[in-house]
Structures are given as C-alpha cells and as structure tokens.
T-cell receptor, first 112, second 111 residues
C-alpha cells in the first residue's frame, strides 16, 4: 500500500540552488497539499490543490511554486533556496477538501 | 492571531491516568475538526474526527463546543504507547476548504 510517497527523504542544498520535492499518491485523491513543519510552529500550509490544473496559495507560499498536471502528482519547487526554508516538508492528500488528510513520510531539507 | 491554538505541554502523566487536551479555534466559519497524532520525527496520522455530538473511539473521546470555539480530546487509562504529540486540525470554509493545524500538545506517559 503506497499511499502518499515523497522523495527525497533528505536533502542538503546551498543557498540559491533550486530543487523540486516530489509527491505522488495512488489513492485517486482530488485534494493535495504541501506543509512545512518547524519547531514550535506546527504545520503551515504552503500550497494546495483541489484537482488537476487547480492550485492555490496557503499560509506561507513565498519562495515556492507548485503545479498539478495529473491527479497523482503534486511537486513543490523551491526557486532559489534560502536558509529560512530549512524545514521538514510534508505532502498530504484526501479524497475531498473536507475530509481527513493522509501524509507522506516527509522530506527533511537543510539549506546551508 | 493563530487560527488554531493548543497548549504545547508537555503533559507528564503516569500510566493509567486520564488526561485531557483542549484546542481553541478563532474562526466561527470552521467546518470540520480532527485530532491527529504525531510521533517524534514521523508524519502526522489521523486519530479521530470530531463530531458535533461528541464521539468516542475506545479510550479516546472527542468533543466539540461551537459556542466557545474549542475542541477537546480525552484519553482514559493512558498507555506508554500514547506518548506522542497531539495535533488538532480545523478546516475553514472558503471557496476551497483549507486545513489549519495546531502546533500540538506533547504527552509523556510515564511508567
């Protein structure tokens, strides 16, 4: 049972580099979202999507881009990495936008 | 002001104790409510939904108070394995619904 799969699990970047965090789900869920989790801050919504071709900003979207070309995939792009983006990133999905979300294992990202 | 607020704890309780957490939310347009559990360095996992009339799942009871805008989680007969951080989640009704997570309450159950 794959569920929500995130890659990579760990990544170290230098300031200014770009990269894409991958997220895929095999449950045919319409709703997908990206969060970052920092100590003492809880989970903060970065971007979300209610279906293929539809995305919207969450609470902390600056410095990140997303696209949703298929139902299964929802990649998160860091355009120019900054140390403030050091965090644990979680991707989540649910059948609808009012139902509980299932989370991936997370990506631990460090920006030097 | 945060959409969802929780006491970070930690709550340190002995095995067998009953412990309760509250979570307050600021927006009366909040539509759905959940409790998640997160173990150290792991992903959050759904513990239970919270219904208006209150609901129970084994040793866990969830309550919703819309008038005072808070939800609660009661754990009876605490086990060592209950040690974790408990996150409350609120869905706000917009054009698209948005999930907001509390920062979590840490529970340590001691032998």
């Amino acid at each position: 049972n794959a569920g929500v799969t995130q890659t990579p699990k760990f990544q170290v970047l230098k300031t200014g580099q770009s990269m894409t965090l991958q997220c895929a789900q095999d449950m045919n869920h319409e709703y997908m979202s990206w969060y970052r989790q920092d100590p003492g801050m809880g989970l903060r919504l970065i971007h979300y999507s209610v279906g293929a071709g539809i995305t919207d900003q969450g609470e902390v979207p600056n410095g990140y881009n997303v696209s949703r070309s298929t139902t299964e995939d929802f990649p998160l792009r860091l355009l120019s990495a900054a140390p403030s983006q050091t965090s644990v990133y979680f991707c989540a999905s649910s059948m609808k936008d009012n139902q509980p979300q299932h989370f991936g294992d997370g990506t631990r990202l460090s920006i030097l | 002001r945060k959409e969802v607020e929780q006491d970070p704890g930690p709550f340190n309780v002995p095995e067998g104790a009953t412990v309760a957490f509250n979570c307050t939310y600021s927006n009366s347009a909040s539509q759905s409510f959940f409790w998640y559990r997160q173990d150290c360095r792991k992903e959050p996992k759904l513990l239970m939904s919270v219904y208006s009339s209150g609901n129970e799942d084994g040793r866990f009871t969830a309550q919703l108070n819309r008038a005072s805008q808070y939800i609660s989680l009661l754990i009876r007969d605490s086990k060592l394995s209950d040690s974790a951080t408990y996150l409350c989640v609120v869905i706000l009704l917009y054009n698209f619904n948005k999930f907001y997570f509390g920062s979590g309450t840490k529970l340590n159950v001691k032998p």
